[in-house]
T-cell receptor, first 114, second 112 residues
Framework: QQQVKQSPQSLIVQKGGISIINCAYE??????FPWYQQFPGKGPALLIA?????SEKKEGRFTISFNKSAKQFSLHIMDSQPGDSATYFC?????????????FGQGTILTVHP | DAGITQSPRHKVTETGTPVTLRCHQT?????MYWYRQDPGHGLRLIHY???????DKGEVSDGYSVSRSKTEDFLLTLESATSSQTSVYFC???????????FGSGTRLTVV
C-alpha cells in the first residue's frame, strides 16, 4: 500500500524555469512532511520540511506548499538551475509512537537543461 | 556522509547465499533504519531500531533480519539472497522522532 503518491515520475525544465513536484497522502496521522534531494551515487539529503500547521515554507529557491484539506503538498523550485538536477523524494511521518519512521513517495527525476 | 558509513559499497553475490550489510554511525543517535531503493518504488522501510537490541519490522521485511548489539552498528542480513533483493540499500540515522534522517551513501547489492 503506497501511502504517499508522488508525481510526476520525471520532469524536464529549462534553466530559470519553475519545477513543481506534487505529493498526495492518505494517512491523516502524518504530522511531518520532508523533501529529500538525491544526487547519483549518494544518499538522499534533507532539503526542506513542513508541518501541517503551516501552509507554506520557503528556503531560498525552494518552497513547500501544503494543503491539509486536500491532503496534498508540493515542492516548488524557483529559477531552476542545472545543479538542481537530481532525484527528489517527498516523505511523511506519523507522529506519536511511530519511532520516527518515514514513508517515501516514488521519487521524481528532475533534469534542468542549461 | 558525515557520521554514518555503510559497508560494503558494492557487492555481487549468488542466489541462496547469506549476505550481511553494515551500517556504522559515530553520532550516538538512538534511531537507525534500513531502506531499499528501487525504481518506481522510492525508498521502502525494511527494518528499524529504536535502541540497542530494540528492532522492529518495516513494510518489506520478508527475507531480511537485523541486529543491533551496539548503539553505533546496525546490521542487515539477507538470510538466503534472491534476485528480487537486488537493490540499493540505504541506512539512515535520526537523533529522535522529531528529527530528520541522515542517510549513508548506500550499498549496491546484485544477486546473480
Amino acid at each position: 500500500q503506497q501511502q504517499v503518491k508522488q508525481s510526476p515520475q520525471s520532469l524536464i525544465v529549462q534553466k530559470g524555469g519553475i519545477s513543481i513536484i506534487n505529493c498526495a497522502y492518505e494517512n491523516t496521522a502524518f504530522d511531518y512532511f520532508p523533501w529529500y534531494q538525491q544526487f547519483p551515487g549518494k544518499g538522499p539529503a534533507l532539503l526542506i520540511a513542513i508541518r501541517p500547521d503551516v501552509s507554506e515554507k520557503k528556503e531560498g529557491r525552494f518552497t513547500i506548499s501544503f494543503n491539509k484539506s486536500a491532503k496534498q503538498f508540493s515542492l516548488h523550485i524557483m529559477d531552476s538551475q542545472p545543479g538542481d538536477s537530481a532525484t527528489y523524494f517527498c516523505a511523511a511521518r506519523t507522529g506519536g509512537t511511530s519511532y520516527g519512521k518515514l514513508t517515501f513517495g516514488q521519487g521524481t527525476i528532475l533534469t534542468v537543461h542549461p | 556522509d558525515a557520521g554514518i558509513t555503510q559497508s560494503p559499497r558494492h557487492k555481487v553475490t549468488e542466489t541462496g547465499t547469506p549476505v550481511t550489510l553494515r551500517c556504522h554511525q559515530t553520532e550516538n543517535h538512538r534511531y537507525m533504519y534500513w531502506y531499499r531503493q528501487d525504481p518506481g518504488h522510492g525508498l521502502r522501510l525494511i527494518h528499524y531500531s529504536y535502541g540497542v537490541k530494540d528492532t522492529d519490522k518495516g513494510e518489506v521485511s520478508d527475507g531480511y533480519s537485523v541486529s543491533r548489539s551496539k548503539t553505533e552498528d546496525f546490521l542487515l542480513t539477507l538470510e538466503s539472497a534472491t534476485s528480487s533483493q537486488t537493490s540499493v540499500y540505504f541506512c539512515a540515522i535520526s537523533a529522535g522522532v522529531n528529527y530528520g534522517y541522515t542517510f549513508g551513501s548506500g550499498t549496491r547489492l546484485t544477486v546473480v
